[in-house]
């Protein structure tokens, strides 16, 4: 890798992010881990792309590519992640950055921040929650310490901290798990990123604090236009916030499309599944549909189309022997889906 940007870069659409074909292996004392086989979507400007599927299936390692934060045994194989700041410019892609360079520290936080899945591993534990919120601040925004302090109280206060004088004073362990939480989307408010990326950023929380936090982000998008990559286990939280919706399993997205057709018209066998297995209120009679089998081991390789143990209606001779390549549903609303059964 170098530190300057080598790769021909162009996107056809105005999308923040286009991450095409990528691929994360790990290489383990137990062997190789492919998390990411070829991940490939886009998010457009100031919309919000959902992302779900079961858990392992490498949403939050295609996270943390955006930001290169992978662990260091997680190696970048093959792909592009275009990263376009501003509508009009030229997208650069982050994977000709090093991971420490200046360029890339100064695009993590900034223009694209994480919360991440685990506030209590990703907040600092010697530091109080001020420490930790004015140093991106100071970092990228203002180096003088009294606003950097004031800017720090205000996303507090946003993201409905109570006292949030005194919070900013407190280490995480003195804040309880829904604190934490929003401490850490407070951090990746603080700078007014062009991309945020939201790894379960709700699952801690209560109903109402969850239903605040959504409205804060979702005000955030309307306000200054941030574009948000979601990633939940949560149709219903899909339902309320996504634009669009890309579905991912083990290591690739097999479906995307608007989040109407989504739930709507799907047309993967694992996004009907994934329907299905959601309880809806009113429904009183049967057994509530679940997905037979479990994702594959990700030290093996599956041949075929990596669902076809688990699909209903896998075409023998087919489905098991020819990976799906990505057909076009429907073009005017960017409807894709990587099964054999519309190719
Ligand atoms: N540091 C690591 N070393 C080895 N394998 C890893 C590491 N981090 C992630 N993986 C593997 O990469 C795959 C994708 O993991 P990832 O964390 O992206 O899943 P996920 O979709 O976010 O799941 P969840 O919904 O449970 O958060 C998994 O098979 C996981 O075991
Ligand atoms: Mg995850």
Redesign the pocket.
């Known amino acids: 890798m170098t530190s300057q940007p080598t790769t021909p870069t162009t996107t056809a659409t105005d999308d923040v992010v286009r991450v095409e074909d990528l691929q994360v292996n790990?290489y383990?004392q137990l062997g190789v881990?492919r998390?990411?086989n070829g991940v490939s979507f886009n998010i457009p400007r100031g919309k919000v792309l959902g992302i779900v599927?079961?858990?392992?299936?490498?949403?939050?390692?295609?996270g943390?590519s955006i930001m290169q934060l992978?662990?260091s045994?997680?190696k970048t194989e093959g792909g592009k992640i275009l990263f376009n700041e501003s509508a009009g410019g030229n997208p650069i892609n982050i994977l000709d950055y090093e991971r420490n360079s200046p360029e890339m520290r100064k695009i993590r936080g900034n223009n694209i921040s994480m919360i991440f899945?685990e506030p209590m591993s990703s907040l600092n534990p010697c530091y109080t929650i001020s420490d930790q919120i004015e140093e991106a601040i100071r970092l990228h925004q203002t180096e003088d310490k009294v606003e950097s302090r004031k800017r720090a109280i205000e996303v507090l206060t946003k993201v409905g901290m109570p006292n949030p004088d005194r919070i900013a004073d407190s280490f995480p362990h003195e804040l309880s798990g829904g604190m934490r939480q929003r401490a850490m989307i407070a951090m990746a408010l603080s700078c007014t990123p062009t991309l945020l990326i939201a790894?379960?950023p709700t699952t801690a929380l209560d109903v109402t604090t969850e239903a605040n936090i959504l409205d804060l982000m979702r005000e955030l998008q309307s306000e200054i236009g941030t574009s948000i990559m979601f990633?939940t286990?949560n149709m219903g939280v899909v339902a309320q916030m996504c634009d669009e919706v890309a579905v991912?399993y083990l290591?690739r997205v097999v479906e995307r499309a608007t989040v109407d057709d989504i739930f709507y018209e799907p047309r993967h066998p694992y996004t009907i599944a994934l329907l299905q297995s959601i309880p809806r209120l009113g429904r009183t009679k049967g057994i509530l549909a679940s997905i037979e089998g479990s994702v594959p081991d990700?030290y093996s390789r599956v041949t075929g189309c990596p669902f076809h143990p688990r699909c209903p209606v896998a075409i023998k001779g087919v489905c098991d022997t020819i990976l799906p390549e990505e057909t076009i549903v429907d073009a005017a609303k960017g409807h894709t889906v990587r099964c054999h059964l519309y190719s």
């Not at 599927?53 to 295609?62: A, F, H, L, V, Y």
């Open positions: 790990f383990t881990v998390a990411l599927g079961e858990s392992g299936c490498g949403k939050s390692i295609t943390m992978v662990a045994v997680g899945q790894d379960e990633i286990h991912m290591g990700p």
